[in-house]
Antibody, heavy 121, light 111 residues
Framework: QVQLVESGGGVVQPGRSLRLSCAAS????????IHWVRQAPGKGLEWVAV????????YYADSVWGRFTISRDSSKNTVFLQMNSLRAEDSAVYYC??????????????WGQGTLVTVSS | QSVLTQPPSASGTPGQRVTISCSGS????????VYWYQQLPGTAPKLLIY???QRPSGVPDRFSGSKSGTSASLAISGLRSEDEADYYC????????????FGGGTKLTVL
C-alpha cells in the first residue's frame, strides 16, 4: 500500500537550518508529484511546496520562497525539504503528500503522519 | 487570512444535513477544480472530494461537493458523530506564485 514517512523534524534555533525527508513506498515514486503541507499548532493547513515527478518543476508558497528548497532523489524514493533561515512562524507539523501523476493541483490522495518542527531559542 | 474563505465553525445534529462553504475568486475556484479534505483530531488530512464533486473510493456518498462560480460547497448528509472534524477546501490559483491554496478550515461539531 502507499506509504509516506516523514523524518528530520526537531527543535532548532531561529536562523538555523533543518532538512526534512519524505520516504515513499508502495507506488511508482518517479511518476508522481509530491507536496509539502504544514500545520502550525492549533492552526489550519498551509501549503508549502510541490515538486514535479521528475524534479524539473518546483513551486513554493510566498512565505517560504527563497528560504526553503524542495528536491527529490528517485534512487532513494525520497523527497527532501531543505529549510534555511528558520523563523518561529515556521514551527509546525510538516506533512508530505502524494499528488497527481501529472498536474500540480491540490489533489493529495495519500499523506504521511507528519514530523514536528519547532523553531525556538 | 486565507484567500479561500470558509466559516470557522459549523454544527449539526445526528442525521441532519450540513453544508460548508468555500468562497474564492475567478483566479482560483472560478477557473479551477476544488478539493475538500477532512482532518479528524490528531490525524493527517484525508482527501474527501476532488475535481469539485468526485469522491475517492471508500468515501461514503453522504459526502458531496459542488461548485458555482467562485464558490464551492461541501455537503454532509445523514450526519454522524464520527464526522466531527476539521474540513478544508483547496484549489489551484492562477495568479499566486506558489499556486496552491487551502481555505482556513471549518470545524464541524456534531451536537
Amino acid at each position: 500500500q502507499v506509504q509516506l514517512v516523514e523524518s528530520g523534524g526537531g527543535v532548532v534555533q531561529p536562523g538555523r537550518s533543518l532538512r526534512l525527508s519524505c520516504a515513499a513506498s508502495g507506488f511508482s515514486f518517479s511518476t508522481y508529484v509530491i507536496h509539502w503541507v504544514r500545520q502550525a499548532p492549533g492552526k489550519g493547513l498551509e501549503w508549502v511546496a510541490v515538486i514535479s515527478y521528475d524534479g524539473s518543476h518546483k513551486y513554493y508558497a510566498d512565505s517560504v520562497w527563497g528560504r526553503f528548497t524542495i528536491s527529490r532523489d528517485s534512487s532513494k524514493n525520497t523527497v527532501f525539504l531543505q529549510m534555511n533561515s528558520l523563523r518561529a512562524e515556521d514551527s509546525a507539523v510538516y506533512y508530505c503528500a502524494r499528488g497527481d501523476p501529472t498536474w500540480f493541483f491540490p489533489y493529495l490522495d495519500n499523506w504521511g503522519q507528519g514530523t514536528l518542527v519547532t523553531v525556538s531559542s | 487570512q486565507s484567500v479561500l474563505t470558509q466559516p470557522p465553525s459549523a454544527s449539526g445534529t445526528p442525521g441532519q444535513r450540513v453544508t460548508i462553504s468555500c468562497s474564492g475568486s475567478s483566479s482560483n475556484i472560478g477557473g479551477n477544480y476544488v478539493y475538500w479534505y477532512q482532518q479528524l483530531p490528531g490525524t493527517a488530512p484525508k482527501l474527501l472530494i476532488y475535481r469539485n464533486n468526485q469522491r475517492p473510493s471508500g468515501v461514503p456518498d453522504r459526502f458531496s461537493g459542488s461548485k458555482s462560480g467562485t464558490s464551492a460547497s461541501l455537503a454532509i448528509s445523514g450526519l454522524r458523530s464520527e464526522d466531527e472534524a476539521d474540513y478544508y477546501c483547496a484549489a489551484w490559483d492562477d495568479r499566486l506564485t506558489g499556486h496552491v491554496l487551502f481555505g482556513g478550515g471549518t470545524k464541524l461539531t456534531v451536537l
